[in-house]
Nanobody
Framework: QVQLIESGGGLVQAGGSLRLSCAAS????????MGWFRQAPGKEREFVAV????????AYVDSVKGRFAISRDNAANTVYLQMNSLKSEDTAVYYC???????????????WGQGTQVTVSS
């Protein structure tokens, strides 16, 4: 079992930045692809970003490309999401998730965190 705890969410003005962290416990995350997802009110949860087990490959939803950056520190068992130039449409609950093996579009994640709220005021 892998437990994931997100932190770093909060209220920020449009154009501002936040850095989300996802601390894992239970197992080393070195063998897992790690991703960030988000769910806005009244909308389905959507993929935001993913990083391969070794950090060598990343992928983003088009709406955050050039603004968000996912990274990981396997030694610290932590994954990050740096969010810059935030927009009101980025407002959502952000979830960290882990998948054993590679990630591909639509792949089911094995473990989920409880989420952290990000609110961007315009």
């Amino acid at each position: 079992q892998v437990q994931l705890i997100e932190s770093g969410g909060g209220l920020v003005q449009a154009g501002g930045s936040l850095r989300l962290s996802c601390a894992a416990s239970g197992r080393p995350i070195g063998a897992y692809a790690m991703g960030w997802f988000r769910q806005a009110p009244g909308k389905e949860r959507e993929f935001v970003a993913v990083i391969s087990w070794d950090g060598g490959n990343t992928a983003y939803v088009d709406s955050v490309k050039g603004r968000f950056a996912i990274s990981r520190d396997n030694a610290a068992n932590t994954v990050y999401l740096q969010m810059n130039s935030l927009k009101s449409e980025d407002t959502a609950v952000y979830y960290c998730a882990a998948r054993s093996g590679d990630y591909y579009t639509g792949a089911q994640m094995d473990y989920w965190g409880q989420g952290t709220q990000v609110t961007v005021s315009s």
